[in-house]
């Protein structure tokens, strides 16, 4: 506190001073963008060596000068930038060097129409020219998709296969070896030739698992041997090219929506690859030091404390943290996002890392991209993650997941099924949670399960109660690529096992029947659950939808269990309920049906 009379004289030279950098701090949110809806592409074929383009943005106002770093194209030496510029006819704009040496046609300022045009300054960076089109007269790379009248997705109804691309099928072997950052198998932490053609060519091998949408790893440019995961974004604006190209990827994307399978997204808004300070940057616009919080790791004392100021503003695992409080940089990564959509026509977005982006960020995010975004919350209690549901559409239920370990994996108790759902009322929407047994970044639930007393390698059925349970309750059901084939690897990377696809697998067979059904019965997809019966070792519950009706019983013991399932909704005396997991069938009597079920069996009753 300052006591005594105010400098009046300072305090008007501080007021004048912050009105002055008002403009500098707040006008340099360019809205550099890549929507399809009113958008300009500019190649610069390179006069300045580092050129900047200044220009008036979508609200009117131009860029804070020297205006936005071009960053490198496809076409060696021309960069290239795309502008949205909402209801504006063309885009005016000028260029410089960054260091006060200006190209602004003799004061007239150059005019770029809609569409794709590019632009040739002279030899002495005057007065340049415009042409129509890439450089040469190509069709510029990228082009934003035609609609393939797929349609919004209802993200309820549907069951996800998560795959990682680069571990999943290696269907063009050309793209191994790209950018110096060689395929080796051999290695569980490099690059492994999977791609975008891979997963074309197996799409009919997950549509006959059951599956209607798949989840894939991020695709952005990274920039080490080491990044075949794709989460250590070098250039957010480019495909990575081990995986293919933007057109493979809408050629994957549209080819997944002809076979009814939705496609979500991973992205990555938390942070870029490990650059800062010692091994460069992320490509432009991503280059400035102030776009980054720059403070250090994130250690396990910030955690154990939740620390959540610096479980938001530190580095995950040296990552360099952006900085979404610097308005330029929230602009950038809602604008990147509504262009990655535009550009592949994906129909959602997993977004990595959640709980290290602020709230209100994921938020905005949520808005700007106008889809279905589901958040990553590493944490296992539903207090914590549950109000990321109020930010984005929906989050991963980790909390779920570390119950299901315990009930299906270690043989539990049932009542902790129980009490998880107990903890239901917290989530916005519990039939948009993501649900699943194990990923990318855990153990493999059957390298961490306990298996059959006396003979600890038998876990196969505890993984199909588990799965029968998790694809047939609330939620998004999600499975990792691989579990269909019995993988069991333990923590990265070795739960990242390169694909194979055996159809004749029981493991396959089993999982493509729990789908079907779910497939079948609305009420097993998005409809309501009651709980109808729980005990240690055996549980019941039923789901409605419109006159749909499933029950699903469960018997997590090793040893035969049988039950009086009773107060069972909608079904009239001498109702036979037929199992569609075999061949038996129950009839009801009096609102009840006794049944028996085998070791670690699972049952699905429908009219």
Do not use: C
Not at 295 to 321: C, H, K, M, W
Not at 351 to 371: G, Y
Request: no cysteine; aromatic share 12%.
């Amino acid at each position: 506190m300052i006591s005594g009379k105010p400098h009046f004289k300072k305090m008007i030279l501080i007021v004048f001073g912050v009105l002055l950098l008002f403009p500098l701090l707040f006008s340099g949110s360019y809205t550099t963008t890549h929507a399809a809806d009113n958008s300009v592409t500019v190649y610069y074929k390179k006069g300045f060596t580092t050129p900047y383009i200044h220009y008036r943005q979508a609200d009117g106002n131009w860029t804070a000068a020297p205006g936005t770093k071009m960053a490198d194209s496809e076409v060696s030496g021309y960069t290239k930038i795309t502008v949205n510029i909402g209801s504006a006819a063309q885009l005016e704009a000028v260029f410089n060097n960054g260091n006060g040496t200006w190209d602004n046609n003799n004061s007239k300022n150059y005019l770029f129409n809609p569409g794709t045009s590019t632009f040739t300054p002279n030899t002495s960076n005057t007065v340049g020219t415009i042409t129509t089109g890439a450089p040469g007269g190509t069709t510029p790379t990228n082009p934003t998709p035609a609609p393939d009248n797929f349609g919004p997705v209802d993200w309820s109804k549907r069951s996800i296969y998560f795959i990682m691309t680069d571990r999943f099928s290696d269907g063009d072997t050309s793209n191994n070896n790209y950018g110096g950052f060689a395929s080796n198998k051999s290695n569980p932490s490099q690059w492994h030739g999977g791609d975008f053609q891979g997963i074309i060519n197996n799409l009919d091998y997950i549509k006959n698992l059951g599956f209607t949408a798949i989840w894939i790893t991020p695709v952005t440019m990274q920039k080490s041997v080491n990044a075949y995961h794709g989460y250590h974004t070098y250039d957010f604006y480019s495909v990575d090219g081990h995986l293919g190209t933007m057109a493979k990827f809408q050629e994957l994307v549209k080819t997944a929506h002809s076979k009814n399978i939705a496609v979500m997204l991973d992205v990555v808004v938390n942070h870029t690859g490990d650059f800062r300070p010692t091994n460069g940057t992320a490509k432009a616009p991503f280059d400035n030091a102030d776009w980054y919080h720059n403070v250090g790791d994130i250690t396990q004392n910030d955690y154990n404390s939740n620390n959540q100021s610096r479980i938001e503003n530190g580095d995950v695992a040296s990552l360099d943290d952006l900085k979404q409080e610097n308005a330029a940089v929230a602009t950038e990564l809602k604008n990147w996002g509504k262009w990655i959509i535009a550009q592949s026509g994906v129909d959602g977005l997993r977004v990595d890392t959640a709980k290290h982006v602020p709230k209100w960020f994921l938020k905005d995010f949520d808005t700007a991209v106008n889809t279905f975004t589901i958040g990553e919350v590493f944490n296992g209690d539903p207090a914590y993650v549950a109000d990321y549901s109020n930010y984005s559409d929906a989050v991963l239920d980790f909390p779920m997941y570390y119950t299901i370990q315990n009930v299906f994996g270690h043989d539990g108790s049932m009542n902790q099924i129980k009490e998880r759902y107990s903890q239901d009322y917290r989530y916005k929407n519990t039939n948009l949670n993501g649900t699943f047994l194990d990923n990318h970044d855990v153990k493999r639930f059957l390298n961490d399960a306990s298996g059959k007393p006396g003979n600890a390698s038998d876990k196969w059925p505890q993984l199909k109660a588990a799965l029968g349970f998790m694809l047939t309750s609330r939620g998004i059901p999600i499975v990792y690529q691989g579990t269909e084939q019995g993988f069991s690897g333990g923590d990265d990377p070795a739960n990242r096992e390169d694909m194979t696809f055996n159809t004749n697998n029981e493991l396959y067979k089993y999982i493509a029947k729990v789908n079907a059904i779910r497939n079948s019965h609305p009420a097993l997809q998005n409809g309501t659950q009651k709980e109808k019966w729980v005990d240690t070792n055996f549980y019941g519950f039923q789901r409605s939808n419109s006159g749909d009706e499933a029950v699903v019983l469960i018997n997590n013991s090793w040893e035969s269990q049988t039950r009086t399932i009773p107060n069972l909704d909608n079904f009239s005396n001498g109702t036979v309920l037929r199992n569609q997991m075999g061949t038996d069938s129950v009839t009801v009597n009096g609102g009840s049906i006794t049944i028996t079920l085998a070791p670690k069996e699972v049952k699905i009753l429908t009219k």
